[in-house]
Nanobody, 127 residues
């Protein structure tokens, strides 16, 4: 069983920045594909970003491309989501997801591409 724990959420003004962290347990973290999703009030959970096991490949949702950056530190079993130029529409609960298989492809943009999920961290962007 892989435990996934997010941190770093909070309240920020529009135009500001925030960095989310996600720690995942397991000795083979370096082989996990990691992803970030978010769910705004009254909306379905949506894909934000994903990073391959090596960190060499990434996917981003169009809505965050150019503003958000996903990265990972395999030595710390941690993946990050750097969020810049935040907008009120970025307000949501942000979820980190992990999958122990190395495959990379469009499935990683969907919830079914991940086996383990965190509890989420709230990000609120005020206008």
């Amino acid at each position: 069983q892989v435990q996934v724990v997010e941190s770093g959420g909070g309240l920020v003004q529009a135009g500001g920045s925030l960095r989310l962290s996600c720690a995942a347990s397991g000795r083979t973290f370096s082989s996990y594909v990691m992803g970030w999703f978010r769910q705004a009030p009254g909306k379905e959970r949506e894909f934000v970003a994903a990073i391959s096991w090596s960190g060499g490949s990434t996917y981003y949702a169009d809505s965050v491309k150019g503003r958000f950056t996903i990265s990972r530190d395999n030595a710390k079993n941690t993946v990050y989501l750097e969020m810049n130029s935040l907008k009120p529409e970025d307000t949501a609960v942000y979820y980190c997801a992990a999958d122990p298989t190395r495959g990379w492809g469009p499935t990683r943009r969907t919830e079914r591409g991940y086996a383990y999920w965190g509890q989420g961290t709230q990000v609120t962007v005020s206008s």
